[in-house]
């Protein structure tokens, strides 16, 4: 979703647009990986430098439940975030905590054919995640 896009989405549904919004928004479209909200705190503090910790937690609550990034469990107390919401799955490296995408395929294949024990039920979505060691984790081991 572009960020135009975004922004119309979430003045639909009631959302004040603010400048310290936009630049969250734009920072997560922008960014190549999969930050964190304190890796996302660190860029928009250099725009608005009275953005508080507080208000970047908020923005990207409010993106998560209106579907616009995706949060990722790496780990009990580190979520880091995707903007990149179509289906896909991901390989979270157990050592650097560094999240990769794989491609879709992938994840295609696993919703292609659900288990029997799921004939009765209606999925939503299905999150595939990979957890072991990256390449550079693992040659350094």
Do not use: W
Request: glycine content about 4%; proline content about 4%; aromatic content about 8%.
């Amino acid at each position: 979703m572009e960020i135009k896009d975004t922004i119309d989405l979430l003045k639909s549904r009631g959302y004040r647009i603010t400048p310290q919004r936009v630049a969250i928004i734009r920072i997560l479209k922008d960014h190549e990986g999969h930050p964190g909200a304190e890796e996302v705190f660190r860029y928009a503090i250099q725009l608005y430098p009275n953005i508080s910790m507080a208000t970047v937690y908020n923005v990207m609550e409010v993106l998560e439940k209106e579907g616009i990034i995706r949060a990722i469990a790496v780990s009990k107390n580190l979520r880091l975030y995707d903007s990149d919401i179509k289906p896909h799955s991901h390989f979270i490296c157990n050592s650097c905590r560094k999240v990769f995408d794989i491609p879709s395929n992938y994840y295609e294949a696993c919703t292609k054919e659900l288990p029997l024990e799921l004939a009765d039920f209606e999925v939503d979505s299905l999150e595939l995640i990979y957890k072991g060691l990256c390449s550079d984790c693992k040659k350094t081991k």
